[in-house]
Nanobody, 123 residues
Framework: VQLQASGGGLVQAGGSLRLSCAASRRTFSNNGMGWFRQAPGKEREFVASISWSSGSILYADSVKGRFTISRDNPKNTMYLQMNSLKPEDTAVYYC?????????????????WGQGTQVTVSS
């Protein structure tokens, strides 16, 4: 089981980044997927999630309207397009695969986790 997040970096406020999460076929097939983030000194928090069919998508209120989650099942890859970035978006971003095929905000429903990619937004 492998999840590999990439695409992080340093960007100015108002800029954009696109994160990718490449998964093994076993991890990705039939699983809901999600993005979480963790800033220094803070708990890991939900960012966005997407069901296996992409029919159910959830966003944290703090990123709604700025971030877009998507997935390409044949490529076993999930994406997070982040626009209008703010300094408070600075964190390590983690991708995760859920226990089921649904979309979920609950951290405990995610079984597999990637290593994280750093996103830093300067003011």
């Amino acid at each position: 089981v492998q999840l590999q997040a990439s695409g992080g970096g340093l960007v100015q406020a108002g800029g954009s980044l696109r994160l990718s999460c490449a998964a093994s076929r076993r991890t990705f097939s039939n699983n809901g997927m999600g993005w979480f983030r963790q800033a220094p000194g803070k708990e890991r928090e939900f960012v966005a999630s997407i069901s296996w069919s992409s029919g159910s998508i959830l966003y944290a209120d703090s990123v709604k309207g700025r971030f877009t989650i998507s997935r390409d099942n044949p490529k076993n890859t999930m994406y997070l397009q982040m626009n209008s970035l703010k300094p408070e978006d600075t964190a390590v971003y983690y991708c995760a695969a859920a226990l089921g095929s649904w979309s979920s905000r609950a951290l405990h429903e995610y079984l597999y986790w990637g290593q994280g990619t750093q996103v830093t937004v300067s003011s």
